[in-house]
């Protein structure tokens, strides 16, 4: 499997406040026949006929920029910790130099939130040499999904800590619990089932509405099919549950998604049973 960097999406404006999409890689990382092994194979190819649904995986973080906050939305794969190999062998890592293009330093995030705690969102919370990445930014994550993994529930838990856990130990880290308002655009929601702390983040601005839903939907298939949970969820029913209730929510108020595994972003419209995305 090889790994590629696509072009970067539009922007997307939400009144005040930009969300750049930061795409790290793209890939067939996981076929649709691994991800989603409870749909019978004739459901799975009707599905997989439809247009749009054979596009590669994305990894993707974000930037919410505007109203005098910096914000990031998930870190990626990162580098080569400690001089080890990173997550794929032969892909390289270029997402700090797309952060640097798309106008932001590191010295200048205020917050770093942590949808959840998969390596493919936190990598480059540190540097290759195991220091934080965004030295003044205050890090946020679910106190629960915290727990999972310092209990060692957590996949991939070593390259994990060597994201996080330099992080805590400066003094950079703080758990919250419930519904958390980084400022008066900006809340993270609990959206647990993929795994026990997951987070989503709304944006709201000027009457406008946008979430970054972290892994709540890892394939197009799932708008159409939002009961479908992937093989990746650690409560396949709670993940259908919550990404249902979060689709009905953008759809009433004619929001956004944008989520790290999808190659592109919507405003969320109800078709049927499920949901499509229209331009945003």
């Known amino acids: 499997m090889r790994l590629h960097v696509p072009p970067q999406p539009p922007p997307v404006t939400v009144g005040r406040r930009t969300v750049v999409p930061l795409i790290d890689a793209a890939g067939h990382v996981l076929p649709p026949e691994r991800l989603f092994p409870g749909l019978p194979p004739a459901d799975l190819e009707r599905l997989l006929a439809m247009d749009g649904m054979r596009e590669p995986m994305v990894v993707t973080g974000f930037a919410v920029l505007g109203a005098g906050t910096t914000i990031l939305v998930d870190t990626c794969l990162g580098g080569h910790k400690g001089g080890r190999r990173g997550p794929f062998p032969g892909f390289t890592s270029r997402w700090m130099a797309t952060l640097a293009e798309a106008g932001v330093e590191p010295g200048s995030v205020d917050v770093v939130v942590t949808t959840h705690l998969h390596h493919d969102h936190?990598?480059?919370?540190?540097?290759d040499d195991l220091r934080?990445?965004?030295?003044?930014?205050?890090?946020?994550?679910?106190?629960?999904?915290?727990?999972?993994?310092a209990a060692g529930r957590a996949r991939h838990s070593e390259r994990i800590g060597e994201c996080l856990l330099p992080v805590r130990e400066a003094g950079l880290l703080d758990l919250v619990t419930g519904v958390h308002r980084i400022d008066d655009g900006v809340r993270l929601l609990p959206a647990p089932g993929h795994s026990p702390g997951h987070l989503v983040v709304e944006i709201t601005?000027?009457?406008?509405?946008?979430?970054?839903a972290g892994d709540l939907v890892h394939h197009p298939l799932q708008l159409l099919r939002p009961d479908v949970s992937s093989s990746l969820c650690d409560d396949p029913v709670l993940a259908a549950e919550t990404r249902r209730r979060v689709l009905d929510d953008l759809a009433d108020r004619s929001g956004v998604l944008l989520a790290t595994h999808l190659a592109r972003s919507g405003t969320v419209r109800r078709e049927g049973s499920g949901f499509v995305l229209d331009d945003p």
């Open 132 to 149: 934080p990445a965004f030295p003044r930014a205050r890090h946020l994550l679910a106190e629960a999904e915290y727990e999972h993994f």
């Open 122 to 127: 936190v990598g480059w919370h540190t540097t």
């Open 205 to 212: 601005d000027s009457g406008r509405t946008a979430t970054i």
